[in-house]
């Protein structure tokens, strides 16, 4: 059986019938029904925040922001990301402006974002990347002192907790994805999480819905609207993210035991007050040759790991980007997401540590 970077986790067919049957019985399908307001209340619970919108997916939830804050011209940025985070930008027809990682945390590195500052930049945009969190603080005082929005890209970050609350609570406005590869996921989906402004709330509560409520014409708008049927799974969902993140954890202590360290390293956090959702097992090895080599011993064995995040976005030819980014450009031919899932058996665990391992050695 082959063996991927990632695997869904489906909730017991009962429990996603149940409020499957529900939507049968109302036959209230989507426009905000009666599941996707039920999942926004226990979601804006289960993290303590009060103003999130359930959107129908993380790269929407960029847009929104986007446009919702009136952005133009220059939008400062991480090239180590997934492409949505650059092409959200770009679908705005906003200039990303790109400032190098850390080589710590890969994580944008605040003490280089000012230097990006000029008349056209209108905000930042940043992604906790494999959910660890960016230096908050630092990027915090950078837009307060400019008077330019923050925007965290938390799609990797559900769950996580920095200083005892959520990571998406930081920020002017923080996105997250509940895409079926999440840790959390209603197969497609994302939230929009608005940090102390109702108006801008408001504003992003009609956008969702093309602007209107039945003939109460708001604003413009999009559909990023999402399903019962979506709802449904995120509410069936749920119940087990205490068991998927204990497992997730299990099976990457078995890698942080099982792999030899010498040659190879593992992003680590800057922060050290926060609780980590263990979204993501990556590693960075010493030559894109290598990293090479180790996918394809990994492939002969049916087993498939991932390049995440490759390319660095500066690098993308749509980006029209000059910005040199030499962390991320690095990183990224040498990064390699090795297979996490809740159910990933310990034997196959050790099958991957032993191939790369072995490759390491030679």
């Known amino acids: 059986m082959s063996i991927f970077v990632t695997k869904a986790f ?49 790269t929407i939830a960029i847009q929104l922001a986007i ?3 009136k952005l133009s011209g220059e939008i400062i940025t991480t090239p180590y990301s997934y492409c949505a985070t650059t092409t959200s930008i770009l679908w705005e027809n906003c200039r990303p402006v790109f400032a190098d990682i850390n080589p710590t945390d890969l994580n944008i590195n605040a003490d280089l974002i ?17 959910g660890n969190p960016c230096d908050v603080e630092a990027i915090a005082a950078i837009g307060k002192k400019h008077n330019i929005p923050v925007i965290y890209d938390a799609a990797h970050a559900f769950n996580v907790k920095l200083n005892g609350k959520s990571l998406l609570s930081y920020g002017d406005v923080a996105t997250c994805s509940f895409h079926a590869t999440k840790v959390f996921h209603t197969v497609e989906g994302g939230a929009i999480v608005v940090n102390g402004n109702k108006a801008l709330f408001d504003k992003l509560w009609y956008y969702r819905s093309f602007g209107h409520v039945n003939d ?12 019962e049927f979506h709802a449904a799974m995120g509410l069936a969902n749920l119940p087990h ?7 997730r954890k299990k099976i990457s202590e078995r890698y942080d035991s099982q792999l030899s360290f010498e ?10 007050d926060f609780d980590y959702n263990y ?34 976005l500066n690098t993308l030819s749509y980006a029209s980007s000059q910005d040199q980014c030499p962390v991320s450009e690095s990183v990224s031919l040498r990064v390699l997401s090795l297979p996490l899932y809740k159910d990933l058996a310990i034997k196959d665990v050790d099958i991957i540590c032993q191939i790369i ?6």
Request: hydrophobic share 40%.
């Open 241 to 247: 993210l205490g068991a998927i993140i204990a497992d």
């Open 10 to 58: 489906l909730p017991p067919k009962a429990e996603y019938q149940a409020y499957i049957d529900e939507i049968y019985k109302s036959n209230w399908l989507t426009n905000n029904g009666p599941l996707l307001q039920k999942l926004e209340a226990k979601l804006r619970s289960h993290l303590d925040i009060s103003d999130l919108l359930y959107v129908s997916n993380g």
């Open 114 to 130: 000012e230097s990006k500052i000029t008349d056209k930049t209108s905000a930042i945009l940043a992604t906790h990347v494999y």
């Open 263 to 272: 040659k190879i390293h593992k992003p680590v956090s800057l922060e050290k």
């Open 357 to 362: 391992n072995e490759v390491l050695s030679n």
């Open 216 to 227: 109460n014409y708001e604003s413009m708008g999009i559909n990023a609207k999402n399903s």
């Open 67 to 69: 446009k919702a804050l």
């Open 279 to 312: 979204a993501y097992y990556p590693i960075v090895l010493p030559s894109e040759s290598l990293t090479e080599k180790i996918i394809a011993a990994l492939k002969a064995q049916d087993i498939f790991p991932r390049r995440y995040f490759y390319p660095s």
